[in-house]
């Protein structure tokens, strides 16, 4: 993905304390790698369970965390954002503060048409551990959405655990992002507040239905994402973006970790869904074909 020389965001915050990882941004080979996953952020956690079932933990330990954000109990946050304090630890927090700023012509553009103000989101560096609107942030959450300060929290650790692994491509970093803006989309819509009061009615497995619809979602904004940025795009990043949705689908997962697939317990959904829906939004542009809720 083109990204040098271009605007940042300054929707950042950073609560890192110390000085940038070693993560190195470049052509296939030298970017963020992909593999399996969980799923609270790389697609809501679109890599970070790939690098829990590689370092030996169980990746299904995250599949219960919904709506890219952490299981814990609300409170205030405590940190102070918007400088753009942190865009220049390292290469990665560069490329990420970009990709930022491109969501934000995306979406901002999108709302202007529906005659709405974009509320852009903040993006907050950490590393080890921070502090959201949703409790403590931690490493072992990766990256994630907290509805309650509407910010997106990114462990730099995480980007350099990826790098230790070897792995191709830039654009999961940019799938990352948009994946998770995709569920503050979701947030100042309404559809998580109106999401969240079904599963409260509902038993487990359509709980997990919805969650999976929620995610899904998330991936097509991601592909509206990519479609209205594909000028900056190069060549693979698209075979990137769809061997992520691949490698983190809930019946991959599943049968990597225990040898056999649950249905019912989805949810993020199926590598096929997954790649089905973010295709879907970068062949339209469009956010209203992301309706995962009535297909």
Known sequence: MKWRGRRRSSNIGDQTGRGGGGFRMG????GLPIGGKSGMGIGTLIVIGIVIWILGGNPLSVLGMGGGQPAVQQQAAPAA???????????????????????????NAEFAQQGADYPEPTLIFYAGRGQSGCGTAQ????????????RIYIDTSFFDQLAQMGGAGDFAAAYVVAHEVGHHIQTVTGISDRVRQMQARAGRTESN???????????????????????????????????????????RLQREAQGYVVPDSFTHGSSAQRQEWFQRGLQTGDPSSCDTFGA
């Not at 865009?87 to 990709?99: K, M, N, Q, W, Y």
């Not at 490493?139 to 509407?150: I, L, N, R, V």
Request: proline letters at 2%.
């Open 27 to 30: 052509r296939r080979g030298g």
């Open 81 to 107: 954002a918007g400088s753009g304090e942190g865009c220049e630890r390292s290469e990665i927090h560069a490329f990420t503060c970009v990709v930022l700023a491109d969501t934000e012509d995306v979406w």
């Open 209 to 251: 239905a919805l969650q999976v619809k929620m995610e899904l979602q998330a991936d097509c904004y991601a592909g509206v994402f990519a479609y209205e940025n594909r000028e900056y795009l190069e060549r693979g990043d698209i075979q990137e973006a769809l061997a992520a949705a691949n490698a983190i689908g809930d019946d």
């Open 139 to 150: 490493s072992a959450t990766g990256p994630f959405y907290c509805p309650a300060d509407q």
